[in-house]
């Protein structure tokens, strides 16, 4: 059983709760997070017609990866087999198909991956083979989304340790990130910070954007291909 399938029911209620200094709700993320990976992805000029959510939890950016895609399949993939059964409830659309990680998956060969916090919950000796996993399970040219918390701001181990799922979890820098992801195989496109100013600052967050290549925001996103 994963860990994460005893609060799946009230996951976006403890998530919320922790993110609550922010101002903002967890689909102001969600969709950002999205919303940022299709305008980079749209740079190639490729037809992403076939994605893989990896650990996708209950599904808060299902939604949007819909939208912002609007893909032939979206494949959401997460270890809670109760996470699983609550998004498939959440959205119940034809393009979307669910795997269980930790069972017998066959070759994907996606366009893209997606993947968003959840790295810091895999043990450090497990990450290279959950990495391996989206490597392979990728098209050659293929890319890889990779988000995770950034533990260069002070504010994401506030956030972190509000979070009852968070609190043990082993957070990992952008350059543990980019030296697992090049020992798998991937090239490293580029880096990015997002998500620096709280609501009540809100009139200043297109400065925001003079900012994506500053390690100040509370998420980072590392880009990487596979050749």
């Known amino acids: 059983m994963s860990e994460f399938d005893e609060i799946s029911s009230n996951y976006e209620k403890i998530l919320d709760h922790g993110i609550f200094m922010s101002g903002e709700k967890s689909d102001y993320f969600a969709y950002n997070r999205v919303d940022h990976t299709a305008k980079l992805d749209a740079q190639f000029q490729s037809n ?5 959510d990896y650990g996708c939890g209950t599904g808060g950016s299902t939604k949007f990866l819909i939208d912002a895609f609007n893909p032939d399949t979206l494949l959401v ?5 109760m996470s699983l ?15 269980q990680l930790n069972s017998n998956v ?12 959840v790295f810091h919950h895999i043990p450090p000796n497990e990450r290279k083979k959950a990495a391996k996993f989206v490597f392979d399970s990728l098209k050659e ?17 506030l956030v972190m340790s509000r979070i009852t799922f968070d609190r043990d979890a082993i957070k990992i820098f952008p350059f543990q990130a ?16 997002m998500f620096i100013l709280p609501r009540f600052l809100k009139i200043l967050r297109p400065l925001e954007k003079l900012a994506l290549s500053l390690p100040l925001g509370c998420q980072y996103l590392v880009l990487a291909q596979k050749p």
Do not use: M
């Not at 993939?77 to 087999?81: C, F, N, V, Y």
């Not at 980019?178 to 910070?193: P, S």
């Open 48 to 52: 992403s017609r076939k994605i893989l």
């Open 77 to 81: 993939a997460d270890s809670s087999e």
């Open 85 to 99: 059964q609550i998004l498939k409830e959440k959205h119940n659309l034809p393009q979307i198909q669910t795997i």
């Open 106 to 117: 066959t070759k994907l060969n996606c366009d893209i991956c997606y993947c968003n916090g």
């Open 141 to 157: 040219g293929g890319r890889f989304y990779f988000w995770e918390n950034n533990p260069w701001n002070p504010a994401t181990h």
């Open 178 to 193: 980019v030296k697992l992801l090049q020992n798998v195989g991937f090239e490293i496109t580029l880096i990015n910070y």
